[in-house]
């Protein structure tokens, strides 16, 4: 069964500066993608980074990058230049069931991210 | 954004009533998905369907029920709601393989009275 934890209910940052959201999951499988989505206030929910388990390189868009350590089961996002419309809940996302199963995503609980300005 | 649809965005309903929350999408995809999103924010799988007459439910536990007759349409029906059905409930939808991306719907905010 998969599980994914996220251990920071609420991270502030100050505008420009950067932020690491942290991300560990449990998985028993070797190859998988990994996702963080983010879901702005009353807004559609987004994806913002994917991960390829099986690729050595970290994935980055933009401002957007990942610090994926497979042996540790670790993926956290790191944002750059923090702006105020990065503000929003970020979900780390597996696709699979925690009761099994490979459709659906297992989200982790939700980082809600302030920028102040 | 993506090409996913749904209403109400906002609906308050007293004990008893049958609702059906609407989720349409214009993308072709097979798979759709809803997910219950708890005042805590929590996300969890309640529905899914590879495809048309296809419909499975997730790991939470739900009392609704759901429907997919044409591909683009995945309504989600409460026959009788009461107050611990209050929730966000997000439909999404994805092309292919479970890698693939997930593309959600604005959400509807449910309150039963």
């Known amino acids: 069964a998969q599980t994914v934890t996220q251990s920071q209910p609420e991270m502030s940052v100050q505008e420009a500066e950067t932020v690491t959201l942290s991300c560990t999951y449990d998985?028993?499988?070797?190859?998988?993608?990994l996702f963080w989505y983010k879901q702005p206030p009353s807004r559609q929910m987004i994806l913002v980074i994917r991960q390829e388990a099986y690729k050595q390189q970290n994935a980055t868009e933009n401002r957007f990058s990942v610090n994926f350590q497979k042996a540790a089961k670790s993926f956290s996002l790191k944002i750059s230049d923090s702006q105020l419309g990065d503000a929003a809940m970020y979900f780390c996302a597996y696709p699979g069931r925690s009761g099994g199963g490979a459709d659906g995503l297992t989200f982790g609980k939700g980082t809600h991210l302030i920028i102040q300005p | 954004e993506a090409d996913i649809y749904q209403t109400p965005r906002y609906l308050v309903i007293g004990t008893g009533k049958k609702i059906t929350l609407e989720c349409s999408q214009t993308?072709?995809?097979?798979?759709m998905y809803w997910y219950q999103q708890d005042p805590g924010m929590e996300l969890h799988l309640i529905h899914y369907?590879?495809?048309?007459?296809?419909?499975e439910k997730g790991d939470l536990s739900s009392e609704s029920t759901v429907s997919r007759i044409r591909t683009e349409h995945f309504p989600l029906t409460l026959e009788s709601a009461r107050p611990s059905h209050t929730s966000q409930y997000l439909c999404?939808?994805?092309?292919?393989?479970?890698?693939?991306?997930?593309?959600f719907g604005p959400g509807t905010r449910l309150l039963v009275l």
């Open positions: 369907s590879y495809g048309v007459n296809s419909t």
């Open positions: 998985t028993s499988e070797s190859d998988y993608y």
């Open positions: 999404a939808s994805s092309e292919g393989p479970a890698q693939e991306t997930q593309y």
């Open positions: 993308m072709g995809h097979d798979k």
